[in-house]
């Protein structure tokens, strides 16, 4: 079926640097989505993007958190500058149209140290 | 706002029993409902989605029914398998049609011989 690809799969970093998560989504795929699980808790609605846009974002995303997809190319999640509190599996979800399913990645594991 | 309650932590059953993992749902609206499986290391993949025409949907033996005057949408498969465990997520598509999902905390169904 149809896959998302996030990159990378782990990445350990220094509290207040920069990180940026990439996600590669399905190819024709209009509608993009950031969601956020810290361990042992649900997944939780970062924010959502559609046509060089955000359409919606969540209280979870601070206003460190940034997103874009230059010329369609990866539909990236930058935090500038990260905090103890960003540590999470980041999974990036894309969809055709809406409402519809989402297809999601498996995930970044982001630790901050 | 809307959410969702799941059959909470790990269910654990013997292999050739019937499953049931239990969702119920709180939405202003007529939501979607989904089920999303998830296998160690992999990304969350779409297993069952409700009809707006109260079909039964159903895959890999899996069905769940959409019951509105309860607000739950079960999960259940007749027989279980060894390779069904994995993690389990309820799911309700944002009433406002934004395609933002909001998941329930998950439930882990481990099969054992």
């Known amino acids: 079926g149809p896959k998302v690809l996030q990159i990378p799969s782990h990445q350990i970093i220094d509290m207040g640097q920069m990180v940026t998560l990439n996600c590669d989504p399905v190819?024709?795929?209009?509608?993009f989505y950031w969601y956020k699980q810290i361990l042992g808790q649900q997944m939780e609605f970062l924010v959502n993007?559609?046509?060089?846009?955000?359409?919606?974002k969540s209280k979870l995303f601070k206003d460190q958190f940034s997103v874009e997809r230059p010329d369609g190319s990866y539909f990236t999640l930058k935090i500038q500058p990260t905090a103890l509190e960003d540590s999470a599996v980041y999974f990036c979800?894309?969809?055709?149209?809406?409402?519809?399913?989402?297809?999601f990645g498996s995930g970044t594991r982001l630790t901050v140290l | 706002g809307d959410s969702v309650t799941q059959t909470e932590g790990l269910v654990t059953l013997t292999e050739g029993l019937p499953v049931m993992l239990n969702c119920t749902y709180q939405?202003?609206?007529?939501?979607?409902l989904f089920w999303y499986v998830q296998h160690l290391n992999e990304a969350p993949k779409l297993l069952l989605k409700s009809f707006t025409d109260n079909k039964r949907p159903e895959h890999q033996g899996f069905h769940a029914t959409l019951h509105k005057s309860s607000s739950s949408f079960h999960l259940q498969k007749s027989s279980a398998q060894l390779s069904d465990s994995a993690l389990y997520y309820c799911?309700?598509?944002?009433?406002?049609?934004?395609?933002?999902?909001?998941f329930g905390l998950g439930t882990t169904l481990q099969v054992q011989p």
């Open positions: 979800a894309s969809s055709l149209r809406q409402p519809e399913t989402l297809y």
């Open positions: 190819s024709n795929h209009l509608y």
């Open positions: 939405s202003t609206y007529s939501p979607f």
């Open positions: 993007f559609y046509n060089g846009k955000v359409m919606e």
């Open positions: 799911a309700l598509s944002d009433t406002g049609n934004t395609g933002k999902l909001i």
